[in-house]
């Protein structure tokens, strides 16, 4: 069965990470699973003449992932007592030892979306984060320290035709067009662009979604964010990681760059989910 799944650990996100998967589940009238990943200790190099300290070693890394499984199953309960006091219903608890990107990967099939904290343990090196959000092919939210519920949201447009399949998936879900939309390119002023504009507004306008258009110049990350603070917009919805690996690796990546600066929730959509 298609599911919520949120991703809850040690950090300080996760009280809020379970908030906005209530909110995901309560709205999309979906259950709710609450996940807890623990990795297992990596092995130990055995030396001549070290075995007893590898047989020491390795009972002590045993006792660790024994207590750290009994910590997670801690945060898995605190986790069930908040989303039921968000008003979700018999959420769902699972926890798995091993490596989370490859759990991840075995669920994604019934997975709606997955929410998952900017500043996760699971992930503390940003790049983890941003490797989890490239293997993906669902919508990812990824949320801040503390949780506001979305009364509005903004598509990153570009013009290009997937983030035009973004605006048809969002037109295509009830929940997400119930929220005043606003539609930002930023790219020059051109008649050209203000037609691409236009046409994505009159998608989400004709399923009843009240709808603005801007066109803004500058850095792409920092004209989205200015424009975000402008309109104390909740939510951004932007695609993941649009240009090429060689194009990313020289330039950086705009997903990359806000994941870094913003404090407010970002949901991603993946290509390849978009083209579904």
């Known amino acids: 069965m298609t599911h919520i799944l949120a991703c809850i650990d040690s950090s300080n996100t996760s009280p809020a990470v379970c908030d906005y998967a209530a909110w995901a589940s309560l709205n999309f009238v979906l259950p709710l699973t609450l996940l807890n990943v623990v990795e297992r200790p990596a092995g130990v190099e055995i030396r001549p003449g070290s075995l007893a300290h590898v047989l020491e070693a390795m009972s002590l890394d045993e006792k660790r992932h024994e207590q750290a499984l009994k910590q997670g199953l801690i945060m898995l309960q605190n986790a069930r007592k ?89 037109a295509a879900s009830p929940v997400l067009t119930k929220l005043p939309v606003h539609l930002v390119m930023v790219a020059a002023n051109t008649s050209k662009n203000l037609e691409r504009l236009d046409a994505a507004g009159a998608i989400l306008q004709s399923v009843g979604c009240d709808v603005r258009t801007a066109i803004c110049g500058g850095r792409v990350e920092l004209a989205l964010q200015s424009y975000q603070t402008e309109h104390d917009i909740d939510l951004m919805i932007m695609g993941a990681f649009g240009h090429s690996r060689v194009r990313r690796f020289w330039f950086g990546s705009t997903t990359s760059r806000m994941i870094r600066a913003t404090t407010r929730p970002l949901l991603f959509l993946p290509k390849s989910y978009l083209n579904m």
């Open 82 to 170: 908040r989303a039921i006091a968000d008003g979700v219903i018999q959420p769902e608890l699972r926890q798995s030892d091993g490596e989370l990107l490859g759990r991840l990967l075995e669920m994604e099939t019934d997975m709606r979306w997955l929410v998952m904290g900017k500043q996760s343990s699971f992930c503390p090196r940003l790049n983890q984060l941003e490797t989890i959000i490239h293997a993906l092919h669902k919508p990812i939210l990824v949320t801040p320290c503390s949780f506001n519920p979305p009364r509005s949201l903004m598509l990153a447009y570009d013009g290009s035709e997937d983030t035009h399949m973004g605006v048809k998936m969002l």
